[in-house]
C-alpha cells in the first residue's frame, strides 16, 4: 500500500539556476526499516554544460546543497566555458 502511495505522490522538478539546462529533481529514497521514506535531490547537468556525451548526475540530501552546486557548475560554464569542467577534472584525478 505505501510503495503505490509514493508512486502517486508527484515530484517536483526545478531548473536551476533559470533558463541554464540545469534541472533538480526529488527523489524518493528506499524505505527505511522504521517505514520511512527520505527525500533526496538529484542534479543533473547537461552535455552542453560538461563536455561530455552524457549527463553528470549528482545526488545532495537537501535543496540547499542541491542549488548551491548547481550554480557553482553554472558560473564556472559561464566564466570559463567547457575548459572549467576539463580543469575541474583534472585537479580532481591529480593528473
Same mark, same amino acid.
Given at each position: 500500500?505505501?510503495?503505490? !502511495?509514493?508512486?502517486?505522490? *508527484?515530484?517536483?522538478? !526545478?531548473?536551476?539556476?533559470?533558463?541554464?539546462? =540545469?534541472? =533538480? *529533481?526529488? *527523489?524518493?529514497?528506499?524505505?527505511?526499516?522504521?517505514?520511512?521514506?527520505?527525500?533526496?535531490?538529484?542534479?543533473?547537468?547537461?552535455?552542453?554544460?560538461?563536455?561530455?556525451?552524457? !549527463?553528470?548526475?549528482?545526488?545532495?540530501?537537501?535543496?540547499?546543497?542541491?542549488?548551491?552546486?548547481?550554480?557553482?557548475?553554472?558560473?564556472?560554464? *559561464?566564466?570559463?566555458?567547457?575548459?572549467?569542467?576539463?580543469?575541474?577534472?583534472?585537479?580532481q584525478?591529480?593528473?
Amino acid at each position: 500500500m505505501q510503495n503505490n !502511495l509514493l508512486r502517486s505522490v *508527484r515530484l517536483k522538478v !526545478l531548473e536551476f539556476p533559470k533558463d541554464s539546462g =540545469i534541472k =533538480i *529533481r526529488e *527523489r524518493i529514497n528506499a524505505i527505511s526499516k522504521q517505514g520511512q521514506a527520505s527525500v533526496s535531490f538529484r542534479v543533473s547537468l547537461p552535455t552542453k554544460l560538461t563536455g561530455k556525451t552524457a !549527463l553528470e548526475i549528482r545526488q545532495f540530501p537537501n535543496m540547499p546543497l542541491a542549488k548551491e552546486w548547481a550554480q557553482k557548475q553554472y558560473d564556472n560554464f *559561464r566564466h570559463h566555458g567547457i575548459k572549467a569542467q576539463e580543469f575541474i577534472l583534472t585537479v580532481q584525478v591529480g593528473m
